[in-house]
C-alpha cells in the first residue's frame, strides 16, 4: 500500500505541475491518516530529508520502510496492544513516537527499535501525535477530549490544555513550534471546531475555527509561501475543506468535494498544495490559489 501512494502521488504531481524533489509534503513530515475502515495501514508519517517512511497498522505494529530500497521492511516496532493510531518522528532525536488505544505511548529508538519509554494514562486512547521541531516534545490528541504535551525525554505529561467538549481528533504545530491546533468531533455543527492553543500558556484557547457541520477530523498550518499570511486548514467529514485566517478565525474560503464523502485527512505539499484523503473517491491533490481570492482548485484524484 505505502509503495503504491508513493508512485501514485508522485506521478500524479509531476504531471500536473508539482516538483517533486520537494513533493509530496506528508511524505517529508506530515502524517497522513489514510480511511480507518482500511486494516492496514492506518497511519502513514514520512521522516525529513530522507528514505524512511514509517506506517502504523491493525495488527499493533509499526514498520519502517526504505523507499528506494528492498520490499521488505528495514524494522518493526511491536509492543502496542491495540491499534497504533498516532505516529510522530523526529530528526532530530533520531526517535520514533507512536500512541495507541491501549491508552498508551511509546518512544522508541529507530537505528535499533528499541522501546527506550513507555507510559500509560488510563482512558487516554490516542487519535493522532505531532512532534513539536527540534524540540523533546511530542502534542497528542485523545478520546477523553484532551490535548497533552508529552517530556519525551522521561516520558512524562509536561502540559495539559482544558479539556474540550468534544473528543480531539487530530493535532498540527506551527512551523515555529508556538502554536498548536486540534480539532473536535461532532455532528450538525455542535462541536466540529478546531481551536487554536498558544505552547507558551496553556490556561486557555486562542481562537476557535467554527463552520462544519459534521467531525473536523484533520487540521493543519499551512505553510509559508502558500498564503501571504498565517493560515490554517481543515478537513471534515461534512465532505468540506475549509482555510482560516490564524490571526483572527475567519473562515477565507470553503471547498466541497463532491461525492468525496468524510474527508479524514490533510497535508501540505511544499510547492501549493494539499492532499486530502476521502472515504469514496481516494486521495485528492488540490492546489492554493490567490490570484483574486484564496481559493482550491482540484488538479488530480487517484
Known amino acids: 500500500m505505502t509503495s503504491w501512494i508513493t508512485r501514485t502521488v508522485l506521478g500524479q504531481a509531476k504531471q500536473h505541475g508539482f516538483q517533486t524533489t520537494h513533493m509530496p509534503g ?38 519502517l520502510w526504505e523507499l528506494r530500497g528492498i520490499s521488505e521492511p528495514a524494522q ?41 519509554h513507555r507510559a500509560a494514562i488510563s482512558r487516554n486512547l490516542v487519535t493522532h501525535l505531532c512532534w513539536i521541531p527540534s524540540e523533546p516534545y511530542v502534542i497528542q490528541t485523545s478520546e477523553d477530549k484532551t490535548v497533552r504535551i508529552w517530556d519525551t525525554r522521561e516520558l512524562q505529561v509536561a502540559q495539559s490544555f482544558p479539556a474540550k467538549q468534544h473528543i480531539q481528533m487530530s493535532c498540527d504545530v506551527s512551523p515555529d513550534g508556538r ?46 509561501g502558500l498564503t501571504t499570511f498565517p493560515a490554517i486548514a481543515t478537513s471534515s467529514y461534512d465532505g468540506t475543506i475549509k482555510m482560516w485566517s490564524q490571526e483572527t478565525g475567519a473562515c477565507l474560503t470553503t471547498t466541497c468535494l463532491d461525492g468525496a464523502g468524510p474527508l479524514s485527512s490533510l497535508s501540505a505539499c511544499d510547492t501549493g498544495g494539499l492532499l486530502c ?26
Request: contains cysteine.
Open 26 to 63: 506528508f511524505l517529508k513530515e506530515k502524517k497522513f491518516c489514510l480511511n480507518p475502515l482500511l486494516s492496514s495501514p492506518a497511519q502513514v508519517t514520512g521522516f525529513p530529508e530522507s528514505n524512511w517512511l514509517f506506517s502504523a497498522s491493525r495488527d499493533k505494529t509499526v514498520l
Open 179 to 224: 502554536y498548536c491546533v486540534s480539532s473536535s468531533s461532532g455532528f450538525g455543527g455542535e462541536g466540529c471546531e478546531a481551536t487554536l492553543w498558544d505552547l507558551r500558556q496553556t490556561r486557555n484557547s486562542l481562537r476557535e475555527f467554527r463552520g462544519h457541520f459534521q467531525t473536523t477530523a484533520s487540521c493543519i498550518f499551512l505553510p509559508k
Open 277 to 302: 484523503t476521502s472515504s469514496n473517491s481516494g486521495i485528492h491533490l488540490l492546489r492554493v490559489s490567490s490570484t483574486k481570492s484564496l481559493e482550491l482548485q482540484e488538479v488530480a484524484k487517484f
Open 76 to 116: 518493526c516496532f511491536s509492543g502496542h496492544d491495540l491499534v497504533v493510531t498516532g505516529l510522530a518522528a523526529s530528526p532530530a532525536f533520531r526517535q520514533l513516537c507512536t500512541g495507541s488505544r491501549d491508552n498508551t505511548i511509546c518512544v522508541w529508538d529507530i537505528e535499533t527499535g528499541e522501546c527506550l
